[in-house]
């Protein structure tokens, strides 16, 4: 008996202490307001067709499951006319494409990190947004195709995310070429590895990026925020997808996380928000007060201007995970194009008048 106790309260403290780390709900703040007023007509195209990837993703399983959301998500770009034109690269372990817009500045670069729960997306999934960044900055965008998981461990896609900033210091879309300005983008997962990815830019001592943008930002796969439950019903992307984990006991998800990634939970390559937020350049941090996802992003943020950086938070009501995805359609993704564009150039990052080439 005396064993079986021990046993029980070494398994207690090593999830507690080593799985889910330190307790961070000093920085919660409390919950918004209910939203008043509606969003805009072009909200409810967008539901519907949420609606159509949720019920994918219900009405399959296992591999087929998997590969029917992706192949939903990359078809987001079918049928699409974008103002840039996409160059692929394949340079040895490196992938992706350029996306390039026309009058685009070769020393002006953007890394951007798609979304996808690290298993699904791609550079084609999420043109909508790197077009629009690449219209709006003026800078050759660099849409990163990073490994995934199950293929491939999480460290896989960490890994690529850090050769990609080296490769891209020095090479520009025609070679190597003198960098001016350069910036990190992502959303959702793909936020998470942009802000894991600014820490360890940081730590091995390279050229910073000028500044950085996140989108519904992943940081804490502890998923210990408020939100992750206080959400779910809200949450009309993330909610259909993951809601059963809400009803799956803490515990055996910290284990389960620990055994899917081969990496603690609180561990700040994929949990930035455990990291030390110090010494980071300018970032802003865009999410909905609806989301699953809202305390990740406002946990990082307190975290990090209480260590001194210069990192915002902007918030909109109604809004679904990573809106600004539904871009020209949605007029609140257009408004927070327009907040991006004013941020880039508060951090000194020339952006295009009118945001469009």
Known sequence: MVWFILAV?????????????????RYDAPPPPAPLGKPSPEHSAVLARLGEFAATGQSHRGRGRLRAIRELMDSLSDGVEFGCRFETVNDGQLRGEWVLAPGHDPRRRLLYIHGGAWFAGSPRSHRAITDRLARLTGAAVFALDYRLIPEH?????????????????????EGPEVLDHGMVAG??????????????IRDEGLRAPDAAIAFSPSTDVTMSGPSMRSNLATDHMLGPLFGKLARVPTILLLWLTWFNNRISPSHPDVSP????LAGLPPVLIQASEQEMLLDDARRYVARAQAAGSPVELQTWPHMVHVWQMFTPDLPEAEEAYANIAEFLESAGVPVVEGGDL
């Open 9 to 25: 309260l070494v398994f207690f403290a090593f999830s507690l202490l080593y799985l889910r780390g330190e307790d961070l709900s």
């Open 153 to 173: 461990r999480r460290r896989d896609g960490i890994e690529d995310c850090r050769n990609a900033w080296r490769w891209l210091l020095v090479n520009g879309p």
């Open 187 to 200: 959303d959702s997962a793909g936020g998470s590895l942009t802000l894991g990815l600014l820490a360890w």
């Open 273 to 276: 928000l455990r990291g030390d």
